[in-house]
């Protein structure tokens, strides 16, 4: 079961983003996007299974089983009009989702996303993330690599306590399985309207794997955007661009709030 975090905005308003986080972190990343896109929009960021204070997913660790995790949250909510957005391993989750055709859907907006495909992850930064697990000075190591813009205190100390918090089925489950599969096949079926967007600064992930491995997948007509200075943890580093991001992308689709 998937849990809704303090950063939640109730899904009153016409339009939803319904907001899936990266991998060692919680929905609580959302929670500055969130307040800048209400009362405009509503934000769901539930946390995913493994991450926060979310149980196991019920099926298992898989990209397929965190989708039917988040599209029974979907449903219990009722959402008649909504938008995925994923961060990272939470960008599979919502193509994943999304090549289904789920009702309801309107768009699919990725920041940082881990591509259809598998991740271009060495072995040797794979061995050596499985080591890190649990490790207060590794995590503090991996923000410092992971983000270039200057992050407050308290921010910092957030995605430190998220890193610390994750399972570690969870945390070696996306490790040496999740960031290995593979629904590229699967994207032709994807029909909704898509948009990408990415950080220059990004050192796990670089504006070149989206362009290689994830915009070929996507529909025609779908932007890659980049913002300049930022890493790889965007509702962070810059909430007001991906808000801004946002908010465009939901004015263009068809069915939009407006």
Not at 105 to 113: D, E, K, Q, R, W
Request: hydrophobic share 40%; with cysteine; aromatic share 6%.
């Amino acid at each position: 079961m998937l849990l809704p975090t303090s950063s939640s905005v109730p899904g009153a308003a016409p339009l939803t983003f319904v907001c899936l986080h990266y991998w060692a972190g919680s929905g609580k990343e959302w929670q500055a996007v969130a307040e800048l896109l209400a009362p405009e929009y509503g934000v769901l960021t539930p946390d995913l299974g493994g991450f926060g204070n979310a149980p196991a997913p019920a099926g298992g660790f898989t990209v397929d089983a965190y989708a039917d995790e988040v599209a029974a949250y979907i449903a219990s909510r009722q959402l008649q009009q909504y938008v995925l957005v994923g961060h990272s391993m939470g960008g599979k989750i919502a193509l994943a989702l999304a090549a289904r055709q789920p009702v309801g859907l309107l768009g699919v907006a990725l920041l940082s996303p881990s591509p259809p495909t598998p991740e271009p992850m060495t072995e040797e930064d794979r061995q050596s993330s499985l080591r890190a697990f649990g490790k207060r000075p590794e995590t503090e190591k991996t923000l410092a690599t992971i983000t270039a813009r200057t992050l407050p205190a308290a921010v910092q100390q957030q995605i430190i306590d998220d890193n610390l918090h994750t399972s570690k089925a969870a945390w070696n489950a996306w490790l040496l399985h999740g960031s290995r599969e593979n629904i590229a096949a699967r994207l032709h079926q994807l029909r909704v309207p898509c948009t990408v967007l990415a950080g220059d600064q990004d050192a796990v992930l670089s504006p070149s794997v989206h362009g290689l491995e994830t915009l070929p997948l996507l529909p025609d007509g779908t932007h890659l955007e980049i913002v300049g200075g930022a890493g790889h943890l965007l509702p962070y580093e810059a909430p007001e661009e991906v808000a801004n991001l946002l908010q465009a992308f939901a004015r263009q689709l068809p069915q939009g709030a407006d």
